[in-house]
Every structure is written in C-alpha cells, then in structure tokens.
C-alpha cells in the first residue's frame, strides 16, 4: 500500500477536480476512479453565484482533500494561499505549485524550495509539484517534502510521459514517494509511469475533458493498477536481438520435406 | 457605511458581524475562508468580528482544480 506521510492509500491513483462538465460527473468521476486524494484550488467566490459551491458535491470525510496554490506566482503568494486552504478547514496537506509564466505553467524550481521550507516549518504536509529534476527532488526531499510530484508534461497538455528518462532517476534516487503529475493524457501513459516505478500518478484534464470523463475515469484506474502489477512483477529485459519465444528444436520434420 | 467585499462596495448596517454578512450573501461560512484587511479570520470568530467602515474583505472557497 502506498504511504505518504502517515496516511495509506489503496488507490494510487490521485484525481483533479477541474474542468468537469458538471457536479455530477464529477462526483461520478470520483467514483469511478477509485480514489482517496482529489485536489481542489481556492478562489474568490463569485458572489452573483453564491450557489455554485464545489462542497455540495465534495464529501472530506470520504476523501482526503489536497489544496493546490495554483495561481501563485512566488514563494510569498502560494504561502498565503496555503494558509487561506488550512484556514478553510482541508487540513494540513498541501499540493505546492508556483507557476510564475501562464504560458507554460512550468513550476519555478527556486520559489517552490523557498515556500516548501517555510511550509514544512509552519507544520504542513507538503508535495510540491516540479519540473522533472532530479537535483530538486533530492533537496525538495531534503527540506521535508512528504513525496514530489515532477509533471509529465506542462499541465493540461495530454502530451504524456515526455519527461521519462528524468522521472526515472528522481524514482531511483527518492525516498519519498514519486507522484507523476500533470500532462499525462492516456491510461498508456499513467501506465507507463507506474511501470517505470512511480507510487503514483495524479490526473485532471485527460479525464475530465475525455468524451466520457466517468468512463475514462475508470480506464485510468486500471492502467495505474496494470502498471504497478507490471513494477511489482518485474520487467523482462530489453535487447537489440531476436530471442525465439518457440523452441528451436524438433524442427525436423519441416526440415526433412 | 461601507465595505469592500471581493472588489465590490457593499453597504452594511453597523454592528454586522462576520457571520451575519456572509449569510446574507447567500453562502454557507462553513465553506468560506474569510480575509479581512489581510488577516485571516479564523471560523470561531466569524460571530464576534464586527465589521467596520472601510474593511477590506476577501470571500475565497474551494473550487475544482488540479
């Protein structure tokens, strides 16, 4: 079972609330997926709609909620923000994101250190989401992340495991738990990253904006057990030669024609 | 008198609390994080804050995200 900090997960496969069609398909969504982390962002409310409450759909008892800082475009600006998500009762866990260029929404390494520190100090349970670095994995793990959570791709492309090659270092060298998060766009692709020995996976768009988000949902939940089987059992070696599957004797009797 | 709530002037009666503002808008305090003047007011002092001429107030909750 996966464990980070001290919570253990059954399903290792965590879900973005955003851009769902409806409340409806989103909570069937949620279902569907198996999982027991779903990420949420803060905002202003919207006071022409006050209805419109996420927590009407959202049950914290069922499910462990993780605030992102998405928006935050420094240390000092997602450090407000994870106060305002403590404050609002989610608790202490905290997907950290600093996202200064809404181009490429790439997370800037230096900043995430900067607030990782002083939110680990003020007693938060901190997973940043990074860049595929290696070098900022270890010092991310080093100033008390509770796991690290390098993209796949830039958030909300579909562009999948683009990162593989990085991704599997930060896996050899942590010991923290390895979450792949954002960019991957297919079941094959959070497969793929629980192959290579991910603990996890984190996903939003490709679910959510699927044709069936519930569908995909579930699709998404087998791929990322289907992976983790596939690490556990171990992966046969590649080579650049043929190696017959078919016994290559007792061939004769073709032979002798 | 006056107060800035989420960039908007909204007119209050004296001795409005905290509490008592957020329900008139309609929203549920229990799923509202409330800032004012750039402290965070914490959920048992919605009923005792009293708000005042020329607060600055921020209503923030969760919404779906990544």
Same mark, same amino acid.
């Given at each position: 079972?996966?464990?980070?900090?001290? &919570?253990?997960?059954?399903?290792?496969? $965590?879900?973005?609330?955003?851009? %769902?069609?409806?409340?409806?398909?989103?909570?069937?969504?949620?279902?569907?997926?198996?999982? *027991?982390?779903? @990420?949420?962002? !803060?905002?202003?409310?919207?006071?022409?709609?006050?209805?419109?409450?996420?927590?009407?759909? !959202?049950? &914290?008892?069922? /499910?462990?909620?993780?605030?992102? @800082?998405?928006?935050?475009?420094?240390?000092? *600006?997602?450090?407000?923000?994870?106060?305002?998500?403590?404050?609002?009762?989610?608790?202490?866990?905290?997907? !950290?994101?600093?996202?200064?260029?809404?181009?490429?929404?790439?997370?800037?390494?230096?900043?995430?250190?900067?607030? @990782?520190?002083?939110?680990?100090?003020?007693?938060?349970?901190?997973?940043? /989401?990074?860049?595929?670095?290696?070098?900022?994995?270890?010092?991310?793990?080093?100033?008390?992340?509770?796991?690290?959570?390098? !993209?796949?791709?830039?958030?909300?492309?579909?562009?999948?495991?683009?990162?593989? %090659?990085?991704?599997?270092?930060?896996?050899?060298?942590?010991?923290?738990?390895?979450?792949?998060?954002?960019?991957?766009? #297919?079941?094959?692709?959070?497969?793929?990253?629980?192959?290579?020995?991910?603990?996890?996976?984190?996903?939003?768009?490709?679910?959510?904006?699927?044709?069936?988000?519930?569908?995909?949902?579930?699709? $998404?939940?087998?791929?990322?057990?289907?992976? &983790?089987?596939? /690490?556990?059992?171990?992966?046969?070696?590649?080579?650049? *030669?043929? #190696?017959?599957?078919?016994?290559?004797?007792?061939?004769?009797?073709?032979?002798?024609? | 008198?006056?107060?800035?709530?989420?960039?908007?002037?909204?007119?209050?009666?004296?001795?409005?609390? =905290?509490?008592?503002?957020?329900?008139?808008?309609?929203?549920?305090?229990?799923?509202?994080?409330?800032?004012?003047?750039?402290?965070?007011?914490?959920?048992?002092?919605?009923?005792? =804050?009293?708000?005042?001429?020329?607060?600055?107030?921020?209503?923030?909750?969760?919404?779906?995200?990544?």
């Amino acid at each position: 079972m996966l464990k980070i900090a001290d &919570r253990t997960f059954r399903s290792r496969l $965590f879900l973005g609330t955003g851009k %769902f069609s409806s409340a409806d398909t989103l909570k069937k969504a949620i279902q569907a997926s198996g999982s *027991e982390m779903i @990420t949420v962002a !803060l905002r202003r409310v919207d006071l022409n709609d006050p209805a419109d409450d996420i927590m009407n759909v !959202l049950d &914290r008892e069922k /499910y462990l909620f993780l605030p992102n @800082t998405s928006g935050a475009r420094d240390a000092k *600006e997602a450090v407000r923000l994870a106060k305002l998500a403590r404050a609002a009762g989610s608790g202490n866990w905290l997907k !950290l994101e600093v996202t200064p260029d809404p181009r490429t929404l790439l997370p800037d390494p230096i900043e995430t250190l900067k607030a @990782t520190d002083e939110l680990v100090k003020d007693g938060f349970i901190v997973l940043p /989401y990074i860049n595929a670095d290696p070098i900022l994995a270890l010092r991310l793990q080093d100033a008390g992340a509770a796991a690290v959570m390098p !993209l796949g791709a830039p958030i909300g492309t579909n562009l999948g495991l683009i990162t593989k %090659f990085q991704v599997e270092i930060i896996i050899e060298q942590a010991r923290v738990p390895v979450v792949v998060d954002a960019g991957l766009g #297919s079941p094959s692709d959070a497969a793929l990253a629980m192959e290579i020995g991910a603990d996890a996976v984190l996903v939003n768009t490709a679910i959510s904006i699927a044709g069936d988000p519930v569908k995909m949902a579930a699709a $998404f939940a087998m791929a990322v057990e289907a992976g &983790r089987s596939a /690490y556990e059992a171990g992966l046969g070696r590649k080579s650049s *030669e043929a #190696s017959a599957s078919s016994p290559l004797t007792g061939l004769d009797f073709i032979e002798n024609v | 008198m006056k107060i800035t709530c989420n960039g908007e002037t909204k007119e209050i009666t004296p001795n409005t609390s =905290l509490e008592y503002f957020i329900r008139k808008m309609e929203l549920n305090p229990d799923t509202v994080v409330a800032e004012c003047d750039g402290r965070i007011i914490k959920r048992d002092e919605y009923n005792t =804050l009293v708000l005042q001429e020329g607060n600055v107030l921020e209503l923030i909750r969760f919404v779906g995200g990544g």
